[in-house]
């Protein structure tokens, strides 16, 4: 029953692709959301056949979820939130996939979050978890701040934190540095002897093994420790001028996003922690109402 | 006549191995320096095959300069000073090598740097080039602080500053920081019409190619660019920091190598500055002194 009735309905697909995650959701306009799949990393920048994998994986576990025969694929309209697609190169090797949709509509992870966030209306995002960017989306007019990768940017971020940690204790172990209860426990974590352990378990690792760190960070700001809060307050300082930045834009509405956006907020300016307002709806659903956009634009051109 | 005389006297060849050179001294007792050869790179950390071959190529030019035919390579005693070796894994795996001198010793670049400064005597260095670290062997004990390497360390070196030039284009590219004289020859080198352009163009680079970007820090800085200063200012106190806890060892010298020893000089600490003197041999002729040293070593145990 479910099957016939949505086919004469126009279905979409929502997929926000993260570093660990990837996240999918089938969306009517009539029945609401369908089913939901999750798949493994789809980031593009970390690895492109992956990502593809992960897409599919995530697709076709929400078609079963939904209860919809495979074959369904090919009526779904779908909407792609991807990191690092605001690189040309990157969007056009996506866009030449030889993809199984009906029609498919690619944009940043920010586009869609940000559209998430505020159920489809204007409004601007901060995104702090691994990495951390800003985003507003006003009167058709996107912008966004940060978000230039681990080591060159992304201040206030988990993985910034994370290395931030490891310089303070490398220091002290150096003896260039003061001993405190956050280079204390970062030094135990890594059950190293001297800085050179450090640096050789760290060795080629990816963000996210520095951003497992950042939870030590807050721990010791929250109990006094001057590194630690010197850390934290730098980071939470740059996220405060990024939010100021995105206000310049009038969004009526900022949210902040990531698994710092808790902890950060008892440190951000109180004007920009009293504008944070929670998220409304997830990337994934981001997704769909940008494909939804995506196709009513699409026919707004036909007709014109 | 020499391939006679030399063959009844020790011969030793000192090799320094770096990320872009790699440089061998055949070395008589009697004879002093007999040949010189300059191959590859050899950075172990970078790549432990393409590494030997760099010294087997310099070994073989240092032969022929010397007009040693290249059996004489079995007779050769030669010192071995490579980056990365204080990591047990890989000072290992370079000893397992099937290596074709008589006999191999090694140890890091920065000792046979420190052992070369000072002619064989005790004393302590600062290499400031693409990276930075400081080494003092002093009463048979060495010690190393610093040289943790790109982004979790090295501040100081050439790229740290290449980094901290890029950070600051980015956030003034962001609206979220000042342009300078420096923002602007930094976005420009990139030929950028944005953040984007910068992060795509670094994507992936190595640390030498951010090393790049130091004399424009440098340059900027000399000219009163605020932001220049900053970062110039920032990293020669580091350095100073190192060379204060070198002397806490109470090295006999002080020696400041590499490519930012002479342009940092004038941003230390006076009494820093007016310690540092010219380092006296090169590093490959510190690992000539390295490899009689263990020899000599090796022959008073066996008579013990």
Not at 26 to 33: A, F, L
Not at 34 to 57: C, F, Q, Y
């Amino acid at each position: 029953m479910m099957a016939k009735s949505v086919s004469e309905d126009q279905l979409f697909i929502g997929i926000d692709g993260g570093g660990t995650k990837c996240r999918a959701t089938i969306y009517s306009v009539k029945q609401g959301v369908l089913g939901t799949g999750l798949g493994g990393p789809a980031n593009p920048l970390h690895g492109l056949e992956r990502t593809l994998e992960s897409i599919m994986v995530s697709t076709q576990l929400a078609l079963r979820d939904a209860g919809l025969p495979l074959e369904t694929v090919h009526q779904l309209y779908a909407g792609l939130g991807l990191a690092g697609v605001n690189l040309p190169s990157l969007y056009d090797k996506i866009m030449e996939w030889d993809h199984p949709f009906k029609q498919m509509f690619l944009t940043t992870d920010l586009h869609t979050a940000c559209i998430g966030a505020h159920e489809g209306s204007d409004g601007a995002v901060i995104i702090t978890g691994t990495g951390s960017c800003g985003f507003s989306c006003v009167n058709g007019r996107t912008t966004n701040f940060g978000g230039h990768g681990f080591a060159l940017g992304d201040k206030g971020s988990g993985a910034w934190m994370g290395l931030e940690a490891i310089k303070a204790a490398l220091l002290n172990l150096d003896g260039l540095g003061p001993s405190t209860s956050l280079t204390r426990v970062i030094t135990e974590h890594f059950s190293a002897e001297n800085a050179m352990g450090i640096v050789e378990q760290m060795s080629g690792q990816p963000s996210s093994s520095y951003a497992k760190l950042a939870r030590y960070v807050f721990d010791a700001a929250n109990n006094g420790d001057a590194v630690a809060t010197a850390i934290v307050q730098d980071g939470a300082d740059y996220v405060s001028k990024l939010a100021h930045r995105l206000l310049e834009n009038k969004p009526p509405r900022l949210s902040m996003i990531g698994g710092l956006a808790e902890p950060l907020n008892k440190w951000l300016d109180t004007e920009i922690a009293k504008r944070v307002e929670a998220p409304i709806q997830p990337p994934e659903m981001g997704a769909v109402y940008f494909a939804q956009q995506s196709v009513l634009e699409q026919n707004q051109e036909v007709a014109l």
